[in-house]
């Protein structure tokens, strides 16, 4: 897979008359590959949030480059080009949706781009199936629930058929069901359709599911690898004012405690898996 978003040497202060050292962005450097599904985790005010803003040109870095496909963001002449290729959903679904019936928000979009009214008929049409909003179309979006229109506002984004679609933090007003429905959105996207994810969470069941994780804190990137060689670090993400998955967790401290499991259990299956396994070792006579 080609790189399909470099970012190379990013510094991004909010306030450019500012001549103290308060930047959001500290050298940031990351390449994201057409096709993957990359996880942005770290606590409240790392950056993350801040980053996200710059793949489409919403941010543009006060030192640094950032390139969509080749095109660097900060080409005025190429704007729509970008935001074309990358999609960006917001935290809360209500600040996107626009229009007072599901299928016509999903068109606004498409509308923007001057699309002609057949195609968008059924991009929209084909866009509402891919989220599994399709028997809704025609419901206001005020009567939905919260993973209902978060579901939306990533239709409308679909419709626009972006290569990439960066999600911040998109579950973090949802309750458990709506989180559950939005993830295996996203991860449909990318399996299926093949459109590069870029999901900021700060819910480490959420990280998990992604190709890579992405560690920031203090604006700059402090680890990344696979979910697996991030969430073995416990200690040090620890030190970082960071959460791991519940089940690594449990495992990691059960490990503390002397019982013999694997270094790193990522999901609940896993776990109980571990200790299925220690446990019949347990109650095994001894001798046989």
């Given at each position: 897979m080609?790189d399909f978003?470099?970012?190379?040497?990013?510094?991004?202060?909010?306030?450019?008359?500012?001549?103290?050292?308060?930047?959001a962005?500290?050298?940031v450097d990351?390449?994201?590959?057409?096709g993957?599904?990359?996880?942005?985790?770290?606590?409240?005010?790392?950056?993350?949030?801040t980053l996200?803003?710059?793949?489409n040109s919403?941010?543009l870095p006060?030192?640094?480059?950032?390139?969509v496909?080749?095109?660097?963001?900060?080409?005025?002449?190429?704007?729509?080009?970008?935001?074309?290729?990358?999609?960006l959903?917001?935290?809360?679904?209500?600040?996107?949706?626009?229009?007072?019936i599901?299928?016509?928000?999903?068109?606004?979009?498409?509308e923007?781009?001057?699309?002609?009214?057949?195609?968008?008929?059924?991009?929209v049409?084909?866009a509402?199936?891919?989220?599994?909003?399709?028997?809704?179309?025609r419901?206001?979006?005020?009567?939905?629930s919260?993973?209902?229109?978060?579901?939306?506002?990533?239709?409308?984004?679909i419709?626009?058929?972006?290569?990439?679609i960066?999600?911040?933090?998109?579950?973090?007003?949802?309750?458990p069901?709506?989180?559950?429905?939005?993830?295996?959105?996203?991860?449909?996207?990318?399996?299926?359709?093949g459109?590069?994810?870029?999901?900021i969470t700060?819910?480490?069941?959420?990280?998990?599911?992604?190709d890579?994780?992405?560690?920031?804190?203090k604006g700059?990137?402090?680890?990344?690898?696979?979910?697996?060689?991030?969430f073995?670090?416990?200690e040090?993400?620890?030190?970082?004012r960071?959460?791991?998955?519940?089940?690594?967790?449990?495992?990691?401290?059960l490990?503390?405690?002397?019982y013999?499991?694997p270094?790193?259990?990522?999901?609940?299956?896993?776990?109980?898996?571990?200790?299925?396994?220690?446990?019949?070792?347990?109650?095994?006579?001894?001798?046989?």
């Amino acid at each position: 897979m080609k790189d399909f978003i470099k970012i190379r040497n990013v510094f991004f202060k909010y306030d450019e008359n500012d001549d103290s050292d308060n930047f959001a962005l500290r050298g940031v450097d990351l390449d994201i590959k057409k096709g993957e599904f990359v996880a942005v985790v770290g606590h409240n005010g790392c950056g993350k949030s801040t980053l996200a803003k710059h793949l489409n040109s919403l941010y543009l870095p006060t030192t640094g480059e950032v390139f969509v496909n080749g095109i660097d963001t900060a080409d005025d002449d190429r704007l729509f080009e970008i935001r074309k290729m990358v999609g960006l959903v917001l935290q809360n679904p209500d600040n996107q949706i626009v229009a007072g019936i599901v299928e016509e928000d999903v068109a606004f979009g498409c509308e923007n781009l001057g699309i002609p009214s057949a195609e968008i008929r059924e991009r929209v049409d084909n866009a509402l199936k891919a989220v599994d909003m399709y028997e809704y179309r025609r419901h206001s979006p005020e009567k939905l629930s919260g993973g209902q229109k978060q579901r939306v506002a990533i239709a409308g984004i679909i419709a626009m058929e972006p290569e990439c679609i960066v999600l911040d933090e998109p579950t973090a007003m949802l309750d458990p069901q709506g989180r559950e429905e939005v993830m295996n959105t996203i991860r449909k996207l990318n399996q299926e359709l093949g459109i590069t994810i870029v999901l900021i969470t700060h819910y480490m069941d959420e990280a998990v599911k992604a190709d890579r994780v992405v560690v920031m804190d203090k604006g700059k990137i402090i680890l990344t690898g696979k979910p697996r060689e991030v969430f073995s670090k416990v200690e040090f993400l620890k030190q970082h004012r960071l959460d791991v998955p519940q089940a690594t967790e449990l495992i990691y401290k059960l490990r503390g405690c002397g019982y013999e499991l694997p270094e790193c259990v990522l999901d609940e299956n896993e776990c109980a898996d571990s200790i299925a396994i220690l446990l019949e070792k347990c109650l095994k006579p001894s001798g046989k």
